[in-house]
């Protein structure tokens, strides 16, 4: 599996963006999809995630503005960023994962098999 995320910029605080993950491969919705990211100084970490069953789960800290989402016929993910904050600032990874596995190992970079490049988002105040 190969992905290709893309869609990040440079906005203000409160505005919003949408990232997109781009899969190949013809088995894409056995896929959990996740969105890790990683500020300046500081270790990647888990954002969202979506599972085959389009079962989601968020870190605390972007519940309610970011929303994750996918399109099995297009065979890519999106990461709908509502009201950004400067602290929402990094470079933003999709990864994948075949669903065999728990919500647990989906939360963790461990967990996921394929990462795409990154696009970086930066929100200024």
């Known amino acids: 599996v190969q992905l290709q995320a893309s869609g990040g910029g440079l906005v203000q605080a409160g505005d919003s963006l949408r990232l997109s993950c781009a899969a190949s491969?013809?088995?894409?919705?056995?896929?959990?999809m996740g969105w890790f990211r990683q500020a300046p100084g500081k270790e990647r970490e888990f954002v969202a995630v979506?599972?085959?069953?389009?079962?989601?789960y968020y870190v605390d800290s972007v519940k309610g503005r970011f929303t994750i989402a996918r399109d099995n016929a297009k065979n890519t993910v999106y990461l709908g960023m509502n009201s950004l904050k400067p602290e929402d600032t990094a470079v933003y990874y999709c990864?994948?994962?075949?669903?065999?596995?728990?919500?647990?190992?989906?939360?963790?970079?461990?967990?996921?098999?394929?990462w795409g490049q990154g696009t970086l988002v930066t929100v200024s105040s």
């Open positions: 990864a994948a994962q075949w669903d065999d596995v728990t919500m647990s190992r989906l939360v963790v970079q461990d967990g996921y098999e394929y």
């Open positions: 491969g013809r088995t894409f919705s056995r896929y959990a």
């Open positions: 979506i599972t085959w069953t389009t079962g989601t």
